[in-house]
């Protein structure tokens, strides 16, 4: 994107060319600040749900005065000779339509299509209206017809891709469900299986992945975009889902382990257990299954419970988290500490991510133990305790 905006800025100025992006991309903000830090200033759209079904970005496609597409890949070396200085001519009457704005899709008529047709298209046509016109507001309402284009057709590979953008987009929400991030895995995956070389969804896996299987850092770039934009005197935008772990992180050729002795912080497993369910743990698993020998990266989310106004006490010891794997696995790292929130007490989600690499000799459904330990507190005022919670991890591993 930055090349071409380079290559096309004195076309635009000269009113030659109007450019336009389209964005697959799962976060909005994330692609405003890359085009604030390269000083990009086309409209972009977001297409969240990859509508346009492109395989690969990006891709350059050049449209005539009559909307007419007349270059798939146009070489920029030759585009002002070969499109910008030509004057094509218009379609056949037959063949032109008058311009129109998008209108509001009729989702009451697009209900009452996919209820009559129970096709999988049909279904899939009005989670997208829901996605695209109603946004996260009635993500359920999606979520609801794309499962229902699955269940019409479970070979639909563009619905179960879509249906994990949905409850990635309600795991952001305020009203997340605790298993909304391993479904969108999980359907993200089935995508990714049904259309193997597609490469929009197959990097939605790897973006939540292990190193061993990313392609390049995904978003290494989000703290030096936002640096070079506060210096050049702007205020950068401001990411409402900052990246994750996985996000960050580069690829690596091997799985390293770190040599240095660790200890387990309750070797003897002593500190009294939250029995009371003070913090709610949500783990997912990326891949949701791998093959022996291959790794998965685990996120964890450890949620104080707001049923029991529960909350951190950020004036004692940080959360840490333990891994115990069985024989031959291997874990980086084994123990994990979670950051501190930002006063006393606070109540936000702690994220906590680690690689396992299965056994070589691994089959079917194992267990890691592992623990995490916290100092939380009941109610405002409340008593504050300092709890361990057992929490299992169980990787499915099959050829």
Known sequence: ???????????????????????????????????QWHQVDWPILHDPINLMQVRGVPIEVAIDEHGIVRSLRPDAKTLEEEFLDKTFAPPPKEAQREP???????????????????????WRELGDAFVLWEGPAK???????????????????AAHFRLGVCYRM?????????TDFQTAVDHWTKARAIEPNQYIWRRRVEQYGPRLTKPYPFY????????????????????????????????????????????SPDPEGRIFRDTENLI??????????????????????LR??????????????????????????????RLLTAPKGGGPETVEPRSLEFEVRAARDASGP????????????????????????DIPIMVTVGE
């Open 366 to 389: 194992s267990k890691l133990a592992a623990y995490a330990l916290y100092y939380v507190c009941e109610d405002a005022g409340g008593t504050c305790r300092f709890l361990r919670q």
């Open 100 to 122: 129109n704005e998008a209108t509001r899709p009729d989702l009451v008529a697009l209900r009452r299509q996919a209820e009559q047709t129970d096709s999988s298209d049909a």
């Open 280 to 301: 709610q743990a949500e783990v997912t698993i990326v891949p949701p299954k791998v093959k022996p020998g291959e790794a998965v990266r685990v996120h964890l989310t």
């Open 1 to 35: 994107m930055p090349a071409w905006h380079e290559k096309t800025q004195g076309w635009v100025r000269q009113g030659k060319l109007v450019v336009i992006g389209i964005a697959q991309e799962q976060h909005p903000d994330r692609c405003r600040l890359f085009t």
């Open 304 to 333: 104080p419970n707001e049923q029991r106004k529960a909350h951190w006490n950020n004036e004692a010891e940080p959360t840490k988290l333990w891994i115990d794997p069985p024989p031959g696995w291997q874990v980086q790292p």
């Open 220 to 263: 290494d770039w989000v703290n030096t975009a936002a640096n070079d934009v506060r210096a050049r005197g702007d205020q950068p935008v401001e990411l409402k889902i900052l990246p994750t772990g996985s996000e960050f992180a580069s690829p690596a050729r091997s799985f390293e382990t770190e040599h240095r002795e660790i200890k």
């Open 170 to 178: 309600r795991y952001e929400s305020n009203r997340p469900t605790p």
């Open 139 to 157: 993500v359920d309402n999606a979520i609801s017809a794309y499962a229902k284009a699955i269940q019409a057709n479970p070979n639909d590979g």
